[in-house]
């Protein structure tokens, strides 16, 4: 079945920039959503469709694509963003929704 | 502004079934989609499957298919998951979430805990 990598944790100081990695083979195909999750709540949208941003998401989140691969940047990390962060997309007849593994910010 | 509210926590027995509902509060599921969601205790996000409730057509990922049954009751805007022969790791929170391919899943339940066990 299809699946999305993620790397399992991501660490940078306050201020710092962070990105995180998606790779997926339907990725030129399909968009990318990226989910935002703290401990004990439900996810929150922060990106869709690659690189729009939901109304309330603060500016320094911000997405890309490149082939294969999907980006999510944050810029001038705060200690709020430490936080799991998901990706997710759909194989490539959109048949099937698929998540990353997740990944974790750590926020120094 | 659409709220997804939840059913309550559920203990169940294996071997057993559990269904969970969703009901949109201040809207109505309008042309979206709904997808349910899992997450094991400290692990990632699964999707189970998705219902358009304006046709009542769903679709499954192959780990769950044949075992859980997502329908929609369009008069109430509520989505129902009903996950058959439970074992101990269905122990979960599932949650449910509105989706469009314009948006993503913009608004989730707060979710329901399910715990399966003897």
């Known amino acids: 079945s299809y699946e999305l990598t993620q790397p399992p944790s991501v660490s940078v100081s306050p201020g710092q920039t962070a990105r995180i990695t998606c790779s997926g083979d339907a990725l030129p195909k399909q968009y990318a959503y990226w989910y935002q999750q703290k401990p004990g709540q439900a996810p929150v949208l922060v990106i869709y469709?690659?690189?729009e941003r939901p109304s309330g998401i603060p500016e320094r989140f911000s997405g890309s694509s490149s082939g294969t691969t999907v980006t999510l940047t944050i810029s001038g990390v705060q200690a709020e963003d430490e936080a799991d962060y998901y990706c997710q997309s759909a194989d490539s007849s959109g048949t099937h929704v698929v998540f990353g593994g997740g990944t974790k910010l750590t926020v120094l | 502004q659409v709220q997804l509210v939840q059913s309550g926590a559920e203990v169940k027995k294996p071997g057993s079934s559990v269904k969970v509902s969703c009901k949109a509060s201040g809207g109505t599921f309008s042309s979206y989609t709904i997808s349910w969601v899992r997450q094991a205790p400290g692990q990632g996000l699964e999707w189970m499957g998705r219902?358009?409730?304006?046709?009542?057509?769903?679709n499954y990922a192959q780990k769950f298919q044949g075992r859980v049954t997502i329908t929609a009751d369009k008069s109430t805007s509520t989505a129902y998951m009903e996950l058959s022969s439970l074992r101990s790791e269905d122990t979960a929170v599932y949650y449910c979430a509105r989706a469009s391919s314009s948006s993503g899943m913009d608004v989730w339940g707060k979710g329901t805990t399910v715990t399966v066990s003897s």
């Open positions: 469709k690659d690189s």
């Open positions: 219902i358009i409730p304006i046709l009542g057509i769903a």
